[in-house]
């Protein structure tokens, strides 16, 4: 079956890093992205990879955060610089797989403060 586990999350201060990783299983996956909601907020987009190396990212991220993905692995990573308090919310990992099926996982709470 497909699973998805996220890990890297924490407490940062302003002006931090972390990164964040999320291992995938169980298929072949297209696209991978990461996605964000705040308390009282949707669920974002904030960056996309596909398996051919082609990345997108969230307006507000730009120059910030930066996808990628070990293909051999089935990982894909979000690092994450100049972090800001309104970056905190719990970061999901999403993939979608060549039948075209979407996968979550559980999500890492990210908290942005001093």
């Known amino acids: 079956q497909v699973r998805l586990v996220e890990s890297g999350g924490g407490l940062v201060q302003p002006g931090g890093t972390l990164r964040l990783a999320c291992a995938a299983s169980?298929?072949?996956?297209?696209?991978m992205t990461w996605y964000r909601q705040a308390p009282g907020k949707q669920r974002d987009l904030v960056a996309s990879?596909?398996?051919?190396?082609?990345?997108t990212y969230a307006d507000s991220v730009k120059g910030r955060f930066t996808i990628s993905r070990d293909n051999a692995k089935n990982t894909v990573y979000l690092q994450m610089s100049s972090l800001e308090p309104e970056d905190t919310a719990v970061y999901y990992c999403?993939?979608?797989?060549?039948?075209?099926?979407?996968?979550w996982g559980q999500g890492t709470q990210v908290t942005v403060s001093s």
């Open positions: 999403g993939a979608v797989t060549w039948r075209g099926s979407t996968y």
């Open positions: 169980g298929s072949i996956f297209t696209i």
């Open positions: 990879a596909t398996s051919g190396g082609s990345t």
